[in-house]
């Protein structure tokens, strides 16, 4: 299977964190492991066109998804 070209943050942050009463809370606990996690973070950075953008590129997906230990079929499951 193929990963999208780019998918929301919002959308990535529902996926990773189903049990969020809601989308804001889920958003705060994605920023959060991000932030709490250098290496992820410094990735991020290097993968980074527009730090501000409401989405994530194929690539920076892949190192979430890593980081997360989820594989490409289990994160279309979600």
């Known amino acids: 299977m193929i990963l999208p070209r780019t998918i929301l943050k919002q959308d990535l942050a529902k ?4 049990q969020s009463s809601n989308t804001t809370s889920a958003m705060q606990l994605l920023r959060k492991e991000i932030k709490q996690s250098q ?3 410094s990735k991020l950075d290097l993968l980074a ?8 590129t194929h690539k920076q997906l892949e190192v ?3 980081h ?3 594989s490409q079929k289990e ?4």
Not at 15 to 18: F, G
Request: proline residues 4%; positive net charge.
């Open 39 to 41: 290496e992820l973070n």
């Open 64 to 66: 979430i998804l890593e």
């Open 75 to 78: 994160f279309e499951g979600l």
């Open 49 to 56: 066109r527009n730090r501000r953008a409401h989405y994530y």
């Open 15 to 18: 996926k990773l964190y189903p």
């Open 68 to 70: 997360f230990c989820i």
